[in-house]
């Protein structure tokens, strides 16, 4: 462990200006706690470890169960466009080495059979214990039960399951889901809910916390497979005027509700939506 962390303690490192720590204060989280992190835009050149210490650095590395972020390509990524992988062999290493998996956003709308047995060597290859896969697609979440059944399998935010009655759907599914940001400002509605092991809440929230359309997933999802017919759609401009940023959550309150799976987001440059 000191090995792999001498490399965030380089003079270099200790001069790079440190980011705000969305969301996450100093205080001691339940110690059941866990966040899964954003490794979006992360730097290919910069080591994992330091962009954690940078971007997320009261976060301890023992509460961290996961990062989310492009590995190498795939046609079943969903979410952003893919261009390049955020997560590289040598950044897999390091996290498997001080207790961290890879959560991959499989979260592709669109996905059948033939395709998914394209990416086989793909999910074989992340396949063991501690990884995680980010589905939408229900018929894409039973076959990655099926064949590679190491994997959390993770119903994401895009599939907006936003009552009690659609966790219940999901959970015969899926390990765990994701809610939609929004519900994190509502806790009459989560202390209510059931489950709460099993649901994963956002920390933080960025432009999807008030977005009236999210038709940019769908777009995205065609995007990913290579679709010279589509273009990128966002519904940016209906809501410029409703944006409110990066939003911080209050995890001490939603802590005490009992959940304890959180998602954490950094902010693009300017703070203005989260990665």
């Known amino acids: 462990m000191s090995r792999l962390l001498d490399e965030i ?39 994992v470890l330091r962009f954690l210490a940078k971007n997320y650095a009261t976060v301890p590395i023992a509460q961290i169960d996961s990062l989310f972020g492009f590995v190498e390509g795939s046609t079943l990524y969903g979410g952003r466009v893919f261009n390049q992988p955020e997560l590289y062999e040598r950044d897999v290493a390091v996290m498997y080495d001080v207790g961290i998996g890879v959560r991959i956003p499989l979260t592709n709308h669109f996905a059948e059979e033939p395709e998914y047995e394209e990416n086989l060597a793909f999910l074989d290859k992340y396949h063991r214990p501690g990884n995680a896969a980010i589905v939408t697609n229900d018929k894409l979440a039973e076959w990655i039960r099926r064949d590679f059944p190491k994997y959390r399998i993770e119903a994401s935010v895009i599939k907006n399951i936003d009552t009690q009655a659609k966790i219940d759907a999901a959970l015969e599914i899926y390990d765990t889901v994701v809610l939609p940001m929004e519900l994190c400002e509502q806790p009459e509605f989560l202390e209510k809910l059931e489950n709460k092991q ?53 995890l001490e309150h939603l802590s005490d509700l009992g959940f304890r799976r959180f998602k954490l987001l950094r902010s693009r440059p300017g703070g203005k939506t989260g990665v």
Request: hydrophobic share 30%; charged share 30%; net charge positive.
């Open 9 to 47: 303690r380089t003079p270099e490192a200790r001069a790079e200006p440190a980011r705000k720590d969305y969301a996450v204060s100093a205080r001691p989280f339940h110690a059941d706690t866990v966040f899964t992190i954003s490794a979006r835009s992360k730097p290919p050149e910069q080591p």
């Open 198 to 250: 099993r649901i994963t809440l956002f920390a933080n929230a960025g432009c999807a916390l008030t977005c009236p359309a999210r038709i940019c997933y769908v777009s995205v999802s065609k995007i990913n497979k290579g679709r010279n017919d589509t273009q990128w759609r966002c519904s940016q401009p209906i809501k410029d005027r409703d944006t409110r940023g990066m939003v911080d959550f209050d």
